[in-house]
């Protein structure tokens, strides 16, 4: 199984992972993925249960993303999975 890869700037090979889910019950709403996303993937949601509003982030773009994992490495609850994008899915072959 051949996946999407890239090289990066000294030419080594890499293979991006992109956003596949965010886990609502671990996420706090905190934003800081939010704001270490640049391609505009993420949104907040807000759910209104009783007397109390909980909110928690979504993915509303996932083809804005580039496979950078930003919003992963900022996440204190660590509620993102990733995984490669296979390359045959997208026309593009080894």
Same mark, same amino acid.
């Given at each position: ?25 671990? &996420? =706090?709403g905190c934003g800081r993925c939010y704001k270490? *996303? ?6 907040? +949601?807000? %759910? ?16 804005? &993303? =580039?496979g950078c994992q930003a919003c992963g490495r900022? *996440? ?6 990733? +995984?490669? %994008? ?9």
């Amino acid at each position: 199984m051949a996946f999407i890869t890239g090289l990066t700037k000294d030419g080594r090979e890499w293979t991006p992972k992109f956003i596949k889910a965010i886990d609502k019950e671990l &996420c =706090i709403g905190c934003g800081r993925c939010y704001k270490a *996303c640049a391609m505009d993937v993420l949104a907040y +949601e807000e %759910v209104d249960c009783e007397d109390t509003a909980k909110a928690y982030m979504t993915v509303v773009n996932s083809g804005n &993303c =580039i496979g950078c994992q930003a919003c992963g490495r900022t *996440c204190p609850k660590k509620c993102f999975s990733f +995984e490669p %994008v296979e390359a045959h899915a997208y026309g593009y072959t080894s």
